[in-house]
């Protein structure tokens, strides 16, 4: 997680983490003999807009191990996951500039559904 979350020390990371889960947070990884090769922070979410989701708030692979499948099997133990729990969609955002993500997404047959907008506070 911390390649995709450079800003968060070990002692940042756990109390966002601690924060977050009440809300529903919940951390899955992927492994490869012991080793973490990737990892997800998902969260089951009913909204008026879709009834119920699987909302990944994070997906990242390790960068020494990518192209190796690895984001694949999360992402597809992600989507069974959803459907286990009676969700209608699968969701994330992601960052524009994150280019090598929107290919990976675009295999998994994932489609651009909406704009997300963000104002600084």
């Given at each position: 997680?911390?390649?995709?979350?450079?800003?968060l020390?070990g002692?940042?990371?756990?109390?966002?983490?601690?924060?977050?889960e009440p809300?529903?947070l919940?951390?899955v990884?992927?492994?490869v003999d012991?080793r973490v090769?990737a990892?997800?922070?998902?969260?089951?979410l009913d909204q008026l807009?879709?009834?119920r989701?699987?909302?990944v708030?994070d997906?990242?692979?390790?960068?020494?191990?990518r192209?190796?499948?690895?984001?694949?099997?999360?992402?597809q133990w992600?989507?069974?996951?959803?459907?286990?729990?009676g969700?209608?969609a699968f969701e994330?955002?992601?960052?524009?500039?994150r280019?090598a993500?929107h290919r990976f997404?675009?295999?998994?047959?994932m489609?651009?559904a909406?704009y997300h907008?963000?104002l600084?506070?």
């Amino acid at each position: 997680m911390r390649q995709l979350r450079p800003h968060l020390d070990g002692t940042a990371f756990v109390a966002t983490v601690r924060a977050a889960e009440p809300l529903g947070l919940q951390l899955v990884l992927h492994r490869v003999d012991g080793r973490v090769v990737a990892v997800a922070g998902i969260r089951l979410l009913d909204q008026l807009k879709s009834a119920r989701v699987l909302y990944v708030d994070d997906l990242v692979t390790d960068e020494t191990t990518r192209s190796a499948g690895h984001g694949e099997a999360l992402l597809q133990w992600l989507v069974e996951h959803a459907r286990a729990n009676g969700c209608v969609a699968f969701e994330l955002d992601s960052g524009v500039h994150r280019h090598a993500a929107h290919r990976f997404y675009f295999r998994q047959r994932m489609r651009i559904a909406a704009y997300h907008f963000t104002l600084d506070l």
